[in-house]
């Protein structure tokens, strides 16, 4: 029903920017929201940022350790979303993953769909 494909990571180094992107394709329903997670090795799955049209307006939401790096976006012509990454770290290093589902959520149990994960890796 719902394919997300990730793109975009790669190694780069502290400071620097990347930009992660996700194609979807499916039914926009179950697409209304998109979203970004990571995880690191030994630990859990982290929600990074997500974005959903409300009516006309489109909400936005980051976790407390990308706020003000990071920037969601939706081009909706592509059915794709962005995640840039400003100011990376090395604690950033991590697995990300593109998620979809009807409403935005913080928790990874509300996103019925992902992808298959893109590697970021931020050296010191």
């Known amino acids: 029903q719902v394919q997300l494909i990730e793109s975009g990571g790669g190694l780069v180094q502290t400071g620097d920017s990347l930009r992660l992107s996700c194609a979807a394709s499916?039914?926009?329903?179950?697409?209304?929201?998109l979203a970004w997670f990571r995880q690191a090795p030994g630990k859990e799955r982290e929600f990074v940022a997500a974005l959903a049209q409300v009516t006309t307006v489109e909400q936005q939401e980051y976790g407390s350790s990308v706020r003000g790096r990071f920037t969601i976006s939706r081009d909706n012509a592509k059915n794709t979303v962005y995640l840039q990454m400003n100011s990376l770290k090395p604690e950033d290093t991590a697995n990300y993953y593109c998620?979809?589902?009807?409403?935005?959520?913080?928790?990874?149990?509300?996103?019925?769909?992902w992808g298959q994960g893109t590697q970021v890796t931020v050296s010191s």
């Open positions: 998620a979809a589902a009807a409403r935005l959520s913080f928790e990874v149990d509300g996103y019925d769909y």
């Open positions: 499916g039914p926009s329903f179950l697409t209304k929201a």
